[in-house]
Structures are given as structure tokens and as C-alpha cells.
Antibody, heavy 116, light 112 residues
Framework: QLVESGGGLVQPGGSLKLSCAAS????????MTWARQAPGQGLEWVAN????????FYVDAVKGRFTISRDNAKSSLYLQMSSLRAEDTAVYYC???????????WGQGTRVTVSS | QSALTQPASVSGSPGQSITISCTGT?????????VAWYQQHPGKAPKLMIY???DRPSGVSNRFSGSKSGNTASLIISGLQVEDEADYYC????????????FGAGTKVTVL
């Protein structure tokens, strides 16, 4: 199970930290992913991180503004978002990578709204 | 990273077969067998239906199948059922400047 939290309303230029609590599997053994979906739009991959946190990749649109991290002792995934823009408004999902370049378990998402 | 190209909508009658295409480039779909398909019902999280072009996760109906030719991948839904009405997204591993994943814009499947 994956449960996201931390979403909400934030002003442009502000910051927000999303969390994803994992349970039911050996968290440290899996790459994890953040993806997002803007209102009425399609899915967009945001970032992913390997099991020990040593490999991290971002979509160009968030590089330098977002930081993905994990705490394997707490089975938790995080997304620190800063310098937020209106175009970052979306439902943010955390997902488990299945080792085959795809995500086999998804959380229900947490909504982030960037607006003044 | 550019989105993959999918038709906006596809429709079919119950029992029919439909195909959803997903066109990319040699840097993503054409360069790797790392294409996946996701089903998303309104207000719900995505569900993995196909991975590695044509593999089905446990529990996914064998009415769903995938294939790839060149830069275009396809999802085939056979024996269309009412519950198949949903949005479908393709995704692919991609390498341009750094490793990444790209999604298609999504295809709305309507069961007539």
C-alpha cells in the first residue's frame, strides 16, 4: 500500500513537501517514482530514485526545484518542491517501480494547487 | 522530454477488438522494449496493464495484449467490455540527455 500526504494550496514561489508511506513490501528493494497529473490532463513522470537513494533522475521541468528522497528505515518516499509555479498544480502520485521500467503499485494521490 | 503520440479517442462495441497506438522516436519507443500501458478510471489511480511491450501483470485479463513495431507500440483490447471504458496511457523509458520516462497524452476508450 502507498499513501501520499502533504498536498495543499501554496502560493507561487512557495514550497511544499510531499510524503508517501509504503507498507506491505520490502521498500528498500525497489526503485520508487513520483508522477503527476494536472487537472484534465495526462500523466507526467516527475522523478525516480533507486533503492539506496544513490541514483536519482528528474524530468527537465522540475530539475533544480524538486528533490526526491527516501528514508528506508521509515519506508517513506518524499518530494520536496520549491519555487512552485502554477503549472505544478496537479495530483501527485507515488508509485513502485516493478523492476521492468514500469510502475505496478500506485497511491491514490495528493493534490497540489499553486495559486495566489 | 516530449510526450508520446496517442489518438485522443477510440471506441468500439461490446465484444469487438480495438487497438490503441503509441508513437514515439528511436530515443524511446523504438530504442527500447520498455513500453508500458496504464488504465485509469475517472478519479482513480492508474493501473498497470502491460509492461515490457507485451507482458501482463498477474491479475490482468488476457483480453489485453501489447505489441511494438519500430517507433510505434500498440495496446489491443479484445472482447471489449463495458468496464474497459477508461483512459489509457502508454509510457516508455527514454534517453535523451539523461534517463527518463515519457507518457503519451492518453486515449479515451468508449464502449458504445
Amino acid at each position: 500500500q502507498l499513501v501520499e500526504s502533504g498536498g495543499g494550496l501554496v502560493q507561487p514561489g512557495g514550497s511544499l513537501k510531499l510524503s508517501c508511506a509504503a507498507s506491505g513490501f520490502s521498500f528498500s528493494n525497489f526503485w520508487m517514482t513520483w508522477a503527476r497529473q494536472a487537472p484534465g490532463q495526462g500523466l507526467e513522470w516527475v522523478a525516480n530514485i533507486n533503492g539506496d537513494g544513490s541514483k536519482i533522475f528528474y524530468v527537465d521541468a522540475v530539475k533544480g526545484r524538486f528533490t526526491i528522497s527516501r528514508d528506508n528505515a521509515k519506508s517513506s518516499l518524499y518530494l520536496q518542491m520549491s519555487s512552485l509555479r502554477a503549472e505544478d498544480t496537479a495530483v501527485y502520485y507515488c508509485a513502485r517501480d516493478n523492476g521492468h521500467f514500469s510502475a505496478d503499485f500506485w497511491g491514490q494521490g495528493t493534490r497540489v494547487t499553486v495559486s495566489s | 522530454q516530449s510526450a508520446l503520440t496517442q489518438p485522443a479517442s477510440v471506441s468500439g462495441s461490446p465484444g469487438q477488438s480495438i487497438t490503441i497506438s503509441c508513437t514515439g522516436t528511436s530515443s524511446d519507443v523504438g530504442g527500447y522494449n520498455h513500453v508500458a500501458w496504464y488504465q485509469q478510471h475517472p478519479g482513480k489511480a492508474p493501473k498497470l496493464m502491460i509492461y515490457e511491450v507485451s507482458d501482463r501483470p498477474s491479475g490482468v485479463s488476457n483480453r489485453f495484449s501489447g505489441s511494438k513495431s519500430g517507433n510505434t507500440a500498440s495496446l489491443i483490447i479484445s472482447g471489449l467490455q463495458v468496464e474497459d471504458e477508461a483512459d489509457y496511457y502508454c509510457s516508455s523509458y527514454a534517453t535523451i540527455t539523461t534517463p527518463a520516462f515519457v507518457f503519451g497524452a492518453g486515449t479515451k476508450v468508449t464502449v458504445l
